[in-house]
């Protein structure tokens, strides 16, 4: 979607899609926000509670039915396993991604890996598809006009021409831009605090062989999981950044992640975002 600044600035319905690395400070500028004017639509929330509820539960009673107590429990229906998936606590999707590498340090296989990287590709897809049939209802409903979208890290991966095209169709696409001074933070932290990631399947293939080759792993079951996330983290980081300024160039507008930090309301957001429309 395009528009003039002012054309943004008169638009009574204002729909937003946030793009960025995860830790550029997507959700804190979402959350800006009044959430009495604002539907916060969260594709991972909407992940973890659609399309991933079902395998998730199953990998957690699936680790449940190890333990003899716990198994006994469950065949006899004497419990009830659920999620707590809440915006701010999307831990469930994370330990159903898992980490890849040797199982007896929780690392899963390659073959259940890709398998649930698969299953995570196709939610995300799923998820961004579902924003215009949310903006409807976010106003319909609950009577709405504004919608922000703070889409996942790894949108810019999933190479759907038609997620793209949904998104820049209903949404005004916003990509907020790493500095390089942040980039280096945002690096350090993923290395102190390796999480579970989704990589696209050509990525995963190349750098996976480059790390074994490196490091003289014979195969993935080698690998302390913890290990692989840490080396990969800052070349997954420089691939994305091309693949979100294309998307940012044909379909959006860019800001940088140190004027959305400095953003303290609604009234702000506003006037960076017709800001960044005029460039």
């Excluded at 916003?174 to 579970?196: C, F, H, M, S």
Aim: net charge negative; charged share 25%.
């Amino acid at each position: 979607m395009r528009m003039s600044p002012q054309e943004f600035l008169d638009w009574p319905s204002k729909r937003i899609t946030l793009l960025a690395m995860s830790g550029a400070g997507k959700t804190t500028l979402a959350n800006k926000l009044p959430k009495a004017k604002w539907f916060h639509y969260s594709g991972d929330y909407r992940i973890g509670t659609k399309y991933l509820e079902e395998p998730i539960l199953d990998n957690i009673k699936r680790e449940a039915m190890q333990v003899p107590f716990l198994r006994n429990l469950l065949l006899t229906d004497s419990i009830h396993i659920s999620n707590k998936i809440t915006v701010d606590n999307l831990a469930p999707v994370s330990s159903f991604l898992g980490k890849l590498g040797d199982p007896e340090m929780d690392g899963l296989s390659l073959q259940e890996f890709k398998r649930r990287q698969k299953l995570h590709h196709q939610a995300e897809v799923a998820a961004m598809k579902d924003v215009p049939e949310f903006i409807e209802k976010a106003e319909d409903i609950y009577g709405y006009k504004h919608f922000i979208n703070d889409a996942g890290g790894s949108v810019c991966e999933l190479d759907s021409q038609e997620v793209l095209d949904t998104l820049a169709q209903h949404t005004l696409i916003i990509y907020i831009k790493i500095p390089p001074t942040l980039e280096q933070t945002i690096v350090g932290r993923a290395k102190t605090d390796p999480k579970p990631l989704y990589y696209r399947e050509a990525f995963l293939e190349e750098k996976l062989a480059e790390f074994m080759a490196l490091k003289g792993y014979a195969n993935p079951a080698c690998i302390p999981p913890d290990e692989f996330v840490t080396w990969v983290f800052p070349e997954l980081f420089k691939s994305r950044l091309p693949r979100y300024q294309a998307i940012a160039d044909q379909y959006g507008y860019t800001i940088d992640a140190n004027d959305a930090a400095q953003v303290r309301n609604e009234d702000d957001f506003i006037q960076l975002v017709a800001q960044a429309l005029s460039k």
